[in-house]
């Protein structure tokens, strides 16, 4: 088998440790790796190291041309199937979402055209400094692809979110992006849309209806139905939650609006997730000016807006179709009664006045309903993960030989 080519980049953090280990572990399997290090790097971990580890000569330098007859630095991004920045500091960070080429990690990932890992470690509040997040929103909308960094106890004492991921991590990340077996990528070829967030209702143009839906957990489902494999469209609502990495966002308002947005893709889709808490109702009027206050009370008339699950279910030529229902009580009987009268698939039963669900939670609480008494309970689980048990189980019911 052809060795995976990949460039290690080191910068300047004290886990530069781990990517001691990360080299290790990618050459004892079968990738050819090269070094490139920032000089800051060098402080805390000398060339010779990784030189020994990767059997590679390393660069550090983009005036050292080792080969004659090339450019180190176009050559290396030329060679490279892949690049990881390991770990990348808020100062690598800041300059490649500025385009800034000072050295020779910076100048070799600004000619690259291969996709670019990148791994963070820094201190909790750089992490969550708004310059810092700012240019790690900008390389997303880049296409470049960020390997999280763990919670947990940092170098300065911090403890918190900024920890570089595990070396195994990083590498089982890698591994994924070059040789998805089956079994990881079950969604692979298919094509999925979901629906997350609330609907906005205008009323004026200073007012307007709306629902406590935060889109997280249709949000997780479209990060779900990505890593499974599946060419991801996700229709959102407004809400304040960054775009999955890889994932086509469209962004909507109204429940006519995501109707729209839904329908003109219902044809080519394969699977269906409708997470987004839709308004039933709309003002039946939207005033072009403010609503100037009168004596008295006021009621604003509402009309029906069109129920787009319904519709999908009226409509649908094999695709599958999972809705959702937010209930407060009698939540089984009620998702069975959406099950049929939507003509669905699959219904994601949801009590939203479970503390451990629901609105605004990080974790939820479900049933999973399907045809023919198909039940399934799952217990409090973090909204990604329960998107992904959830996801496994409709594509093993459903696509599985
Ligand atoms: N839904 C939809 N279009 C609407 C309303 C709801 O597509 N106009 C979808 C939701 O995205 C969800 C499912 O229908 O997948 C159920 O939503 P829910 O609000 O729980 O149920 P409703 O059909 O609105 O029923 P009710 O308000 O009576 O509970």
């Not at 997350?196 to 139905?225: C, H, Q, W």
Request: aromatic share 6%.
């Amino acid at each position: 088998m052809e060795k995976k080519k990949i460039v290690v980049a080191v910068t300047g953090g004290i886990a530069v440790y781990k990517a001691v280990t990360l080299v290790s572990r990618l050459v004892q399997d079968q990738y050819d790796v090269r070094v490139i290090m920032t000089p800051s790097a060098t402080k805390f971990v000398t060339p010779l190291t990784f030189q020994v580890m990767s059997k590679n000569d390393v660069y550090t330098d983009t005036f050292d041309e080792k080969v004659s007859s090339e450019i180190a630095h176009i050559a290396l991004s030329d060679w490279a199937d892949a690049f990881v920045i390991v770990p990348a500091t808020a100062n690598v960070i800041g300059k490649l979402a500025n385009g800034i080429a000072d050295e020779m990690v910076t100048t070799t990932l600004l000619a690259t055209q291969a996709p670019v890992f990148i791994a963070p470690a820094m201190n909790v509040d750089m992490y969550a400094n708004r310059a810092v997040v700012r240019n790690m929103e900008r390389l997303r909308e880049d296409g470049y692809r960020f390997i999280e960094p763990d919670d947990g106890y940092l170098a300065c004492g911090y403890v918190g979110k900024g920890r570089l991921a595990e070396p195994e991590h990083i590498k089982e990340v890698l591994d994924a992006h070059f040789e998805p077996s089956d079994a990881d990528v079950p969604l692979r070829g298919k094509r999925v849309v979901v629906t997350a967030g609330p609907t906005l209702e205008r009323i004026d143009p200073v007012r307007y209806v709306s629902n406590f839906s935060s889109g997280k957990m249709g949000f997780a489902m479209a990060t779900a139905a990505r890593d499974l494999g599946a060419d991801v469209t996700l229709i959102a609502g407004p809400v304040s939650l960054e775009t999955p990495d890889g994932v086509t966002r469209i962004d909507v308002e109204s429940a006519a609006d995501m109707f729209e947005a839904v329908i003109s893709r219902f044809d080519e889709a394969d699977l269906v997730v409708k997470s987004a808490a839709v308004a039933d109702y709309r003002p039946a009027v939207v005033a072009d000016q403010k609503m100037k206050k009168q004596e008295g009370d006021a009621s604003i008339p509402l009309e029906r807006t069109t129920d787009i699950l319904k519709t999908l279910g009226e409509r649908k030529k094999g695709q599958l179709l999972v809705g959702f229902a937010a209930e407060t009580n009698d939540a089984i009987a009620y998702g069975r009664g959406k099950l049929e009268k939507k003509n669905a698939d699959y219904i994601i039963v949801n009590d939203v006045t479970n503390p451990e669900g629901g609105f605004g939670s990080d974790t939820n609480v479900v049933t999973l309903l399907g045809k023919e008494g198909f039940e399934h309970d799952y217990p409090a689980t973090e909204k990604e993960q329960l998107a992904r048990l959830i996801l496994r189980e409709i594509v093993a019911r459903e696509w599985s030989m």
